[in-house]
């Protein structure tokens, strides 16, 4: 049995099933994960992040498996994320994912990870991004996420990747819809997949109407994308446009503000988990919350005043307790 430094050490080599061990590690939020994610991150950073979303069944799979072909063929190493919808209470797919990685050639350097949305412990947007975080310790230039595609997942891929590429179909919808769901807001890139069918253009023109609509407010204009990932077409135009996109946000330090931003956000919600956890653990052993729950039962005090006395007494008592103490200590 190798050691947890030992796996670490052949995932930043590059080693496949040490990267995907470490992967399933963090994403059922194993004991492990905040010392391999340490170990991890110094490494990180280098990798160009693309997030694919849109609506189940447009494409994305399709398409990733098209653009990881490019990307390949560019001399580029790539990483896969792709979450899969699948039901928290059956762990079966719902849909399941028709279109796997059929890749077949050895030259391509790339690493496929798929993570069922059901099984991950922890945030679906954080769990996906420490898992591309760790492809991009262990030496893939390119990552690329792919969403489930259902509710908040859609809008919280731009907390985790420089480009976010939102697919529609002719299948979609109006543009109306598009509006509702926010994704307006969050897309770097469109794209109108299954231009093969009827109605695509339709789609691109509602995309173009409200996207000039907003023009002067934009500093980048998505471009859209015509494309048929089943018949291979407008895939190098994508590609172009994604590196389009990449070099826009090189330009004035675009992409570091942007990352910056992301970094920022994730500290405030691991902070936020960290004080929950603490305070849950003090609390709870203080018997404070039957004790107030009976003052509740007997209309003494409502939940909210009650909840707020109990984080202040616990804030008193703490002041004055080990770990602050400890700390000033320490420092003296
Ligand atoms: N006609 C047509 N079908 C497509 C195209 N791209 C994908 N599909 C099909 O649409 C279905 C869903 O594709 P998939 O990539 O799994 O979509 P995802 O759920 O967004 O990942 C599959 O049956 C694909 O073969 C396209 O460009 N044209
Ligand atoms: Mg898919």
Avoid at 167 to 178: F, K, N, R
Wanted: aromatic share 6%; proline share 4%; with cysteine.
């Amino acid at each position: 049995m190798k050691s947890i430094d030992e796996i670490i050490a052949a995932a930043l080599q590059g080693e496949k099933p040490a990267t995907s061990r470490l992967i399933s590690l963090v994403e059922r939020g194993d004991s492990l994960a905040p010392y391999i994610l340490g170990k991890m991150y110094p490494h990180a950073g280098k990798a160009y992040y693309i997030g694919i979303t849109g609506p189940p069944g447009s494409g994305k799979s399709s398409m990733v498996d098209k653009l990881v072909r490019r990307f390949c063929q560019k001399g580029h190493s790539v990483g896969i994320v792709a979450v899969d919808p699948s039901s928290p209470f059956s762990g079966g797919a719902l849909l399941g994912d028709r279109v796997r990685m059929n890749i077949k050639k050895k030259e391509y350097d790339y690493f496929f990870r798929s993570m069922s949305a059901g099984r991950i412990m922890g945030g679906l947007s954080q769990t996906t991004r420490e898992a591309a975080r760790i492809l991009d310790a262990s030496g893939r230039d390119i990552i690329i996420i792919e969403t489930v595609g259902v509710g908040q997942s859609e809008l919280d891929i731009a907390k985790v990747t420089d480009t976010v590429v939102v697919m529609l179909t002719p299948e979609s919808g109006d543009g109306v819809q598009i509006m509702k769901a926010g994704l307006m807001e969050v897309a770097d890139v469109f794209v109108v997949n299954k231009c093969d069918r009827p109605g695509a253009d339709n789609i691109a023109h509602s995309l173009k109407g409200m996207l000039d609509r907003i023009d002067s407010r934009l500093d980048w204009r998505p471009p859209i994308f015509m494309t048929s990932a089943a018949m291979n077409q407008g895939i190098d135009e994508l590609y172009e446009g994604l590196l389009d996109h990449c070099r826009y946000l090189k330009r004035d330090n675009k992409m570091e503000l942007r990352r910056r931003r992301q970094i920022k956000e994730e500290l405030k919600h691991h902070i936020e988990a960290e004080c929950t956890r603490l305070i849950w653990s003090q609390i709870e052993n203080g018997r404070d919350i039957d004790k107030a729950l009976d003052h509740v039962w007997e209309y003494r005090i409502d939940p909210q005043n009650a909840a707020r006395e109990i984080v202040s007494d616990w804030l008193r008592r703490s002041a004055g307790e080990s770990w602050i103490g400890g700390g000033i200590m320490a420092v003296g």
